[in-house]
């Protein structure tokens, strides 16, 4: 092992927050795992005189945030194992000579804790001035500038100079894989990666190393870490030690405008918070966003990652019809005005079973509703489904990616879109279209040809049909062969509803303007059916149509965008407390 390099110290050291998990969440969490006896067990403490009730177990940090009191500490967080080591949350027991860890100190009938004594205060300061002896002076370029622990604390709690003057210990900086880069420097060993790896996906990729002064965080035998929750180190982490290389240098924390969403990428339904740069209205990040019902405190890697396909360079961004020389920009009027009309002649001459409707399980429960009340309920097509997009489950310790790719399949075959009534399924009806008994076929989202089922036979079929129309966000095979190409949006555009596997109803809200003349997928449904004579109602909004929704589909009965929250409901036939992992 190659010894680190010196450089001479800096007469001071400066250090930024880690995720200040709510207190209920934590507790209500920490309760799941007892019995029913345990949990009704309540405790009568104090905290600085302040006299409240908290079930018996919790520990002195949690408790001492429903006191409305905040406990300082770096190791500990509420979904890891606690193990002590930063020693920044001492807190005083009256009647006790020494001062105790709050994060392994469980609360007592009686107990009074006291947080502000001088003999805290002292402590506290002895512990920042040791962990800052060899951190770097490199605020102003860290990448966790604006969210650092170690900062806030470092103002907080002092001291404001360091009294060591020997030369500190340097490390370079290394990739060290799941999207990370690792720097020693700046590490404090609070082990927030080392028990995330092993606790939550079960693998001991991240270990402490060495003894002594040398003592640092390495990755195991110097292997690459290679599973797919590593990104969340970077959110726990509560200095600048592992950053993301995605955000890296993007931008400064309070630059960004964080916006509550849903991870569009499985059928999971994480809980993430979109960082959104309004200057360059452009997404910079994805962050995991408690929800103990869901996702817990994690995201997984492609949850983290995937929005750059919000910016991609080759998105469509304006209506276009296929004519002699190509595709042609046309006027969304005009578009919708011969679709309807083409497609109306099509049903007047061959019937409504001589149109198939494909939709996808990526539209919210608001388009899903429009789709089936369009077109089933509207001009009685009864061809309409959606292709199903499988992948391999992927299982961790205490998380899983779950295998459909699909954000809202739940929530459409809830609001009925599937065949009825003798209608026929996605490979059925492109077999149909191929064979010339479907004159016209509806993609709601494009995709690789074998999606929709044999490539040969989709591909005839797609050469087959009188009209054929695509709304997608980018180019696809379907949409180069489209009559018309109608441009959507992504999850990050328009406001919404999911409906996860579990049966969980959460909001996605529009992150950024749109892009081009694109049009969100409730607003051209809408439209078009109107032009179609099959909607008589519009709404401006999609909060208004998940009302009329939630009247005309019994699982969605009694929710409003109100009571979904920030955290999201369960759909009548399931219950609140779904399953998690």
Same mark, same amino acid.
């Given at each position: 092992m190659p010894r680190p390099g010196r450089r001479a110290a800096s007469p001071r050291n400066t250090g930024m927050s880690s995720c200040f998990i709510s207190a209920r969440s934590a507790v209500l969490w920490t309760a799941r795992s007892r019995n029913d006896g345990d949990l009704m067990a309540q405790v009568k403490v104090k905290f600085d005189g302040r006299e409240i009730s908290v079930e018996k177990g919790t520990n002195l940090i949690e408790a001492a945030k429903l006191a409305g009191i905040f406990v300082p500490h770096f190791c500990y967080h509420p979904g890891l194992p606690v193990v002590g080591v930063c020693r920044i949350c001492l807190c005083e027991l009256e009647g006790r000579p020494k001062l105790v860890a709050g994060c392994a100190t469980s609360v007592?009938?009686?107990?009074?804790?006291?947080?502000?004594?001088?003999?805290?205060?002292?402590?506290?300061?002895?512990?920042?001035?040791?962990?800052?002896?060899?951190?770097? +002076?490199?605020? /102003?370029?860290? #990448?966790? @500038? $604006?969210?650092?622990? =170690?900062?806030?604390?470092?103002?907080? !709690?002092?001291?404001?100079?360091?009294?060591?003057?020997?030369?500190? +210990?340097?490390? /370079?900086?290394? #990739?060290? @894989? $799941?999207?990370?880069? =690792?720097?020693?420097?700046?590490?404090? !060993?609070?082990?927030?990666?080392?028990?995330?790896?092993?606790?939550?996906?079960?693998?001991?990729?991240?270990?402490?190393?060495?003894?002594?002064?040398?003592?640092?965080?390495?990755?195991?035998?110097?292997?690459?870490?290679?599973?797919?929750?590593?990104?969340?180190?970077?959110?726990?982490?509560p200095v600048g030690a592992l950053t993301s290389k995605d955000f890296r240098f993007k931008a400064r924390p309070w630059e960004l405008t964080n916006v509550s969403s849903v991870c569009p990428h499985c059928s999971k339904g994480c809980n993430i918070v979109v960082g959104f740069h309004a200057r360059r209205n452009e997404i910079l990040r994805n962050t995991a966003r408690t929800n103990m019902d869901v996702n817990q405190w994690w995201i997984c890697d492609r949850g983290r990652g995937g929005f750059h396909y919000v910016h991609d360079e080759k998105r469509l961004t304006a209506p276009a019809r296929r004519g002699d020389k190509g595709y042609q920009g046309v006027s969304w009027n005009e578009a919708l005005l011969e679709i309807s009309a083409s497609l109306r002649d099509i049903i007047l001459r061959h019937g409504a079973r001589a149109v198939g409707v494909l939709g996808s399980?990526?539209?919210?429960?608001?388009?899903?509703?429009?789709?089936?009340?369009?077109?089933?309920?509207?001009?009685?097509?009864?061809?309409?489904?959606?292709?199903?997009?499988?992948?391999?489950?992927?299982?961790?310790?205490?998380?899983?990616?779950?295998?459909?790719?699909?954000?809202?399949?739940?929530?459409?075959?809830?609001?009925?879109?599937?065949?009825?009534?003798?209608?026929?399924?996605?490979?059925?009806?492109?077999?149909?279209?191929?064979?010339?008994?479907?004159?016209?076929?509806?993609?709601?989202?494009?995709?690789?040809?074998?999606?929709?089922?044999?490539?040969?036979?989709?591909?005839?079929?797609?050469?087959?049909?009188?009209?054929?129309?695509?709304?997608?966000?980018?180019?696809?095979?379907?949409?180069?062969?489209?009559?018309?190409?109608?441009?959507?949006?992504?999850?990050?555009?328009?406001?919404?509803?999911?409906?996860?596997?579990?049966?969980?109803?959460?909001?996605?809200?529009?992150?950024?303007t749109l892009r081009g003349?694109?049009?969100?997928?409730?607003?051209?449904?809408?439209?078009?059916?109107?032009?179609?004579?099959?909607?008589?109602?519009?709404?401006?909004?999609?909060?208004?149509?998940?009302?009329?929704?939630?009247?005309?589909?019994?699982?969605?009965?009694?929710?409003?965008?109100?009571?979904?929250?920030?955290?999201?409901?369960?759909?009548?036939?399931?219950?609140?407390d779904v399953a998690v992992g």
């Open positions: 007592e009938e009686g107990m009074h804790v006291i947080t502000r004594s001088k003999k805290v205060a002292d402590a506290r300061r002895a512990v920042m001035e040791f962990l800052l002896i060899h951190h770097p +002076l490199d605020c /102003p370029m860290c #990448d966790k @500038g $604006g969210e650092c622990t =170690l900062q806030d604390y470092t103002m907080l !709690l002092g001291p404001s100079r360091s009294r060591f003057q020997f030369e500190k +210990l340097t490390w /370079p900086e290394e #990739d060290v @894989g $799941g999207k990370l880069v =690792l720097n020693k420097n700046r590490c404090i !060993l609070c082990m927030r990666c080392v028990n995330l790896c092993k606790d939550v996906a079960g693998l001991d990729e991240i270990a402490v190393l060495n003894r002594g002064e040398q003592t640092f965080i390495g990755t195991v035998d110097g292997r690459m870490i290679e599973n797919e929750l590593a990104g969340n180190i970077a959110d726990i982490c399980g990526t539209l919210t429960n608001e388009e899903q509703y429009l789709t089936r009340a369009v077109f089933r309920d509207g001009l009685g097509i009864t061809h309409i489904d959606f292709p199903r997009r499988p992948q391999p489950e992927v299982r961790y310790a205490k998380f899983t990616i779950e295998g459909d790719k699909d954000p809202n399949a739940r929530g459409a075959l809830l609001c009925g879109v599937a065949p009825v009534q003798s209608g026929l399924g996605v490979r059925d009806m492109v077999r149909a279209a191929a064979e010339g008994t479907i004159k016209a076929l509806l993609f709601l989202r494009g995709g690789p040809l074998d999606l929709f089922g044999e490539p040969a036979i989709v591909q005839r079929a797609l050469e087959n049909v009188e009209l054929l129309v695509i709304v997608d966000i980018a180019p696809s095979p379907i949409s180069e062969r489209a009559d018309w190409v109608l441009p959507g949006v992504t999850f990050a555009e328009k406001d919404g509803t999911f409906t996860n596997s579990q049966g969980r109803v959460q909001r996605i809200r529009k992150v950024l003349d694109t049009r969100e997928e409730w607003r051209i449904l809408q439209e078009l059916g109107q032009h179609l004579g099959a909607l008589k109602a519009r709404d401006p909004d999609p909060e208004r149509i998940f009302a009329r929704l939630a009247q005309a589909v019994p699982a969605f009965s009694g929710l409003t965008y109100t009571t979904l929250g920030e955290l999201g409901a369960p759909i009548a036939a399931a219950t609140a």
